[in-house]
Nanobody, 114 residues
């Protein structure tokens, strides 16, 4: 059974940092590209950052230079380091494999507010 479990969200002030984690089980993690997405109420889920099985990365323009995606295949985990957070980064963050889309996890709420 495939399971994606996101964690690490919380309330942070503008300019602060958070590190999100996504633990995957039930998949051959190392061969999958993985990505982080985010969604705010009333809007479509959007791609934030992606990493290939080989470690190549790409980012949405809105987070370039501030967010870093990484993976640890030994731990079946993908991370999102978020720095210089802005109020517009407030959303529920999810991970998944782009193009495959396993069942979505519960996500982790990130709130950026003073």
């Amino acid at each position: 059974q495939v399971q994606l479990v996101e964690s690490g969200g919380g309330l942070v002030q503008p300019g602060g940092s958070l590190r999100l984690s996504c633990a995957a089980s039930g998949i051959i993690f190392s061969i999958n590209a993985m990505a982080w997405y985010r969604q705010v109420p009333g809007k479509q889920r959007e791609l934030v950052a992606a990493i290939t099985s080989g470690g190549s990365t790409n980012y949405a323009d809105s987070v370039k230079g501030r967010f870093t995606i990484s993976r640890d295949n030994a731990k079946n985990t993908v991370y999102l380091q978020m720095n210089s957070l802005k109020p517009e980064d407030t959303a529920v963050y999810y991970c998944n494999a782009p193009g495959i889309y396993y069942p979505w996890g519960q996500g982790t709420q990130v709130t950026v507010s003073s």
